[in-house]
């Protein structure tokens, strides 16, 4: 194809060790459709998607035909899958190549869904395009909501039935990162016991991502503390909008620090912090409350990798690392607290903050209260005032707030200020996602792109949205499901 769109290859993991991947076209699909297309991204990734017709899209985005400059690979990775060690890779997406900005930024430009590869085990290699087009509105969702997180470019059907459940429209996502390197791709080549290559990883993601440490005396080590700051941050903005990832293994964890990996995921309603979506996840391991203890737990294990890299002396590797990671709590509790305090507009330290947040949550817990709607009732941008916040309890503990509030008297604009650049007044409701997925299913694609639209600004008062303000009034438990 002709270079009309300004792609910008430059392939540098591909040119690394093979142990790392296996070289490998996407199968060519019978009849392929583009659905969606994210032109306000593709603007950022300057690429020009408008002097080429649908056809073309359609084919470039299903991988029939391939961008000039690209190299094809499916990535090697183990992971803990629900804590069990299994060797995984790349079982259905193909690495196209990295895309390099005219601003020189690199982003990984990858087909979901693109058919088998040798790390394909007993699947098809193939999605389906409910669960590509749940994963571009959350993904591009948690990007508006200002979370770091892999991106979605376009979604095409591929023309082939899928058979799951039922037969299945099946379709290719193409997806945005800065890179797809997990804890798992360090999980793998460890497991593989070999130093050069263990370093050639190392050097390889210092320079990629964290290119300040290269210079470091210790680049493990401070890889191991810059990379726990990043999935601090990652996980307190989770807790932020009420985001549950639903499948935190190794695998699904970037070195980047983009939130990757949309299959079995969910926004929180009714405030609960056991919530758990996933229809696997039976003992609740990546329910909403243990998500920071799931991000220490998999930081332990992307230490384990590293130990021979810390320092020649085994056990004093360890010693250095376990110094690290125990300092997680604490770091994690003051960011979760700031966080926490943005929410309710509280600037400066006040012995009683803690307190005063967890009485709210408390509450919230017992009344049942929606997460998002009561931060936007606190912020006066409630639609109707729901019967639960005129009680006595929330009232006194209003005036509680207010107190603490009035002590910062002096800047009362800047408080509200952090309060809506903290509080979404809209987020990618459950049943909402479901019905869009719904109509979508049944070629109706105006609400998919309305909703979108509207999870654009999920910081705006935007007028007309009240119909993706409410909770789901429906009494069935919602379930999510590994993306298939
Ligand atoms: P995930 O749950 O998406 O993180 O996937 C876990 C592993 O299963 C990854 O190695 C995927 O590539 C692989 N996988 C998931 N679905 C399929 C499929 N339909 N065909 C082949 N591999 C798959
Ligand atoms: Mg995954």
């Known amino acids: 194809m002709e270079n009309k769109i300004n792609w910008n290859f430059d392939n540098s993991y591909s040119r690394l060790s093979d142990a790392f991947k296996e070289h490998i076209k996407p199968v060519a699909v019978k009849n392929p459709e583009l659905v969606i297309i994210n032109e306000s991204l593709a ?7 408008t002097k080429i017709n649908k056809d073309k899209l359609s084919s470039l985005f299903t991988g029939n035909t391939l961008p000039e400059g690209s190299n094809t690979i499916a990535q090697a990775y183990a992971g803990h899958q629900f804590g069990h060690f ?29 058919g088998k590869t040798s790390f394909s085990r007993n699947g098809d290699g193939r999605a389906a395009l409910g669960p590509m087009l749940r994963e571009y509105i959350v993904s591009e969702a ?15 059907k591929t023309g082939e039935k899928i058979m799951r459940d039922t037969l299945l429209e099946g379709a290719i996502l193409t997806r945005v990162a800065l ?4 804890v798992g791709t360090f999980q793998y080549i460890a497991a593989r016991d070999k130093k050069d290559e263990l370093e050639l990883l190392l050097n390889y993601v210092i320079n990629r991502h964290y290119p300040k440490l290269v210079n470091s005396k210790n ?6 503390i810059n990379l726990m700051n990043k999935q601090i941050d990652l996980v307190v903005n989770w807790m932020r909008v009420g985001f549950i990832h639903g499948v935190m293994n190794t695998d699904n964890m970037s070195i980047s620090g983009e939130t ?23 003992m609740g391991r990546y329910a909403y409350c243990n998500q920071p203890i799931v991000t220490k737990w998999n930081l332990s294990r992307f230490a384990e990798c590293i130990i021979p890299m810390i320092d020649e002396n085994q056990k004093k ?12 709590e604490k770091n994690y509790e003051e960011k979760w607290l700031e966080m926490m305090k943005k929410k309710l507009g509280l600037l400066g330290n006040h012995s009683t903050d803690k307190t005063l947040i967890l009485d709210l949550l408390t509450w919230m817990h017992q009344k049942k209260a929606d997460y998002t709607n009561t931060f936007c009732h606190l912020m006066n941008l409630d639609t109707k005032t729901e019967k639960i916040y005129e009680e006595m309890e929330f009232i006194y503990w209003k005036e509680r707030w207010q107190k603490r509030l009035s002590t910062e008297k002096k800047l009362p604009k800047k408080n509200l200020e952090l309060m809506k650049n903290s509080n979404p007044l809209v987020v990618p409701r459950n049943h909402k996602v479901e019905k869009v997925l719904n109509d979508a299913n049944e070629n109706n694609l105006e609400p998919i792109n309305r909703f979108i639209k509207v999870l654009d600004q999920p910081f705006a008062n935007q007028k007309g949205i009240e119909e993706y303000q409410k909770p789901s009034y429906s009494n069935e438990k919602y379930q999510t499901f590994c993306g298939t």
């Open 43 to 49: 603007k950022e990734l300057d690429l020009d998607l």
């Open 86 to 114: 299994t060797m995984l890779g790349d079982g259905r997406a193909i690495l196209i190549g990295e895309h390099i900005t005219n601003s020189n930024k690199r982003y990984d430009i990858q087909l979901k869904g693109s």
């Open 142 to 156: 948690m990007h508006n909501l200002n979370i770091p997180s892999t991106r979605s470019l376009a979604v095409a």
């Open 179 to 182: 890179s797809h390197i997990r």
């Open 219 to 224: 680049k493990a080590l401070d890889l191991l």
């Open 260 to 282: 990757i990996d949309y299959g079995p995921c969910a926004f929180m309603d009714t405030y609960d912090p056991k919530t758990v979506f996933s229809s696997i996840d039976h």
């Open 317 to 328: 590797a360890i010693e250095m690392a376990t110094e690290i990671i125990n300092t997680f």
